[in-house]
Every structure is written in structure tokens, then in C-alpha cells.
């Protein structure tokens, strides 16, 4: 199978899995007690029930469950994620507006902690039994075993609150009028705590995940031949084990990259960062459905980008992967 057919394949195949996902998200979402006429009426003191049915026909809310869903698929098809009960603007305007903010702190999260963590593995089992190894997994556990949020908290509590390091809310100083390198700076210093947070639990996983896979491909028989041979512990490190260890890291990665965009939401909510995890709790919060089906539909489109993305580099780091698998 050439490259081309095999993403070809892969394309298909993502395309079935993003239409189920939107049918699924519509159904789930309008299952939910509630609804924006409901909370709409309450905010202003009007829930009579002729007020409600007037709203419920202008956000069209009156219509069977199906010609909703259809009307709506149909939006999908052409790119029209539909109309922002609460803030009177297209979806796709408020979701363009937060995207950048929660890529730059999902894709910053990610690598930071993809590469912390596979540092601290391979520290870990280069030294295995040693107290550097147990200081590294003794660490990782408690990072995975601490909620996230807790973790936020904390950080902010001491870094930001008690002793004044790095900015506890935003992605820039409100105001401050900065431009150029000065501005990069300012947000390079709000990054610092959300991706941080964020990115601990990741490298918690991949840490354990590098330390354990390298110990099993340092066991197997090329890797003592290479031993016995008398080649350089580093050379045989970096060559031999390392190079075979990274693919169910990278395999993990992928499927971890879509879990990173989920933690988001909350760090996002606890840092005041300005992006679409945070637009998606207000609209929870507000039963704002188009807004909460837009953030659903890029999430997981990003999700499906990102295997797609890993099926890819997987054939590139190790050719003997069978496209076909």
C-alpha cells in the first residue's frame, strides 16, 4: 500500500468517525434536562409559558428531535455551525476567536510534557535501583495520583499569590498596551503556570511509560549482542533501546494528545485562560447548545488530526510498520 492510499484510507475513515461523533454530541446534548428557553425565561423573570414557547420557536427548539438533528448536519456539511443563543454571534466566530489561546496552551502542554517526560524515563531506567530512579517514580506517581485542579490551585497559591513570580490569571496583562518582543514576553510569563499544571500529569504518564519500555527492550537479545559485542553503553542507550522504545510512547501520545484538549477545559476555567475549554463551560453553564456543539465538533476534529498525525509518524520512525496495519 503507497502513502497515498493509506492516507486516503485514513482520511475516509476519520470522516465516519467525526459525522458519528456529530450525530452522538446532538443527542447526548438535547437529552440533557433543560434547555436555553428555559434558562433564558428565568434569567428575566419571565417563565410564563407563552414567553417560553416564543422562545423556543426562535431558537427553533419547537421543531421535532430529527429535523433539529437534520437541519444541523446540514450546517455541518457547509460549515455553518449555527447561530450563539447568548452572545449573538456566528459559532464559528466565537470558536476562531478562542482557538489559537487553547492550541498554544494544549500544543505547549503537550511537548513539554512529551519531552519532560520521556527525559525523566530514560534518567529512571538508565539508573534503575538507584535513588535517582526512586525520586523520579516516587514523583510521577504523586503527580498522577494529584488532581488537577488541586495542582492549579496550589501553583497559584505559591507562585502567584505568595511569592509574586508569575502572573496567577489571563494569557496577557490587561492593559498594558505591549507590542512586539515585550508582548511575546508577557505571554510567555502567563503561559508558565497553566502549561505547567497541565502538562505534570502527561509527564507523570510518559515517564512511567519511557521507564518501563526501555527496560523491556534493554532485556531483549539484539540489545545483550550489542552488549556482548562491547559497544558503548551510551551508544547502545541512544541507538538500540531508546530508538525501539519511543513507539508505544508515541503511540500513548497520540491518543493522550485528545485528553490534553479535556484538561484544558479546566485549566482553562482555573487560570482565566481565554479559550474555547473556557467558552465551553460558560455555554454549558448558559444551555448555550450551538456553542456547545462547535466546541465539540473542532475538539474532535483535532482529536482525529492528531491520530491521523501519529499514524503518519509512525511509519516515518519505524518503516518496517506495516501501512496496512
Known sequence: MNSLEFLFKRLLKAAFVVLGVVVFNFL???????????????????????????????????????????????????????????????????????????????????????????????MAAVRRGKLADSLIMSGALLFYATPLFWVSLMAMLVFSIRLDWLPPFGMETIGGGLTGAARAWDVMQHMVLPVVTLGLFFTAIYTRLTRASMLEVGSLDFVKTARAKGVPAG??????????????????????AGQILGGAVLTETVFAWPGIGRL????????????????FLVTSVLVVLVNLLTDVFYRFIDPRIEASS
Open 28 to 122: 447526548l446534548i438535547h437529552l440533557a434536562p433543560g434547555d436555553p428557553a428555559t434558562v433564558i425565561a428565568g434569567e428575566s423573570g419571565a417563565g410564563d409559558a407563552q414567553f417560553l414557547a416564543q422562545l423556543r420557536q426562535q431558537f427553533g427548539l419547537d421543531q421535532p428531535l430529527y429535523v433539529q438533528l437534520w437541519l444541523y448536519f446540514k450546517g455541518v456539511l457547509t460549515f455553518n455551525m449555527g447561530f450563539s443563543y447568548r452572545n449573538n454571534l456566528p459559532v464559528s466566530e466565537l470558536i476562531l476567536d478562542r482557538l489559537p489561546a487553547t492550541l498554544l496552551l494544549s500544543a505547549s502542554a503537550f511537548v513539554f510534557s512529551l519531552l519532560l517526560g520521556i527525559l525523566l524515563g530514560v
Open 280 to 295: 465551553m463551560f460558560d455555554a454549558l453553564i448558559q444551555r448555550d447548545y450551538p456553542v456547545l456543539l462547535g466546541v
Open 235 to 256: 551508544q547502545i542507550t541512544r541507538r538500540h533501546v531508546l530508538r525501539n522504545a519511543m513507539l508505544p510512547v508515541f503511540t500513548f501520545a497520540g491518543i493522550q
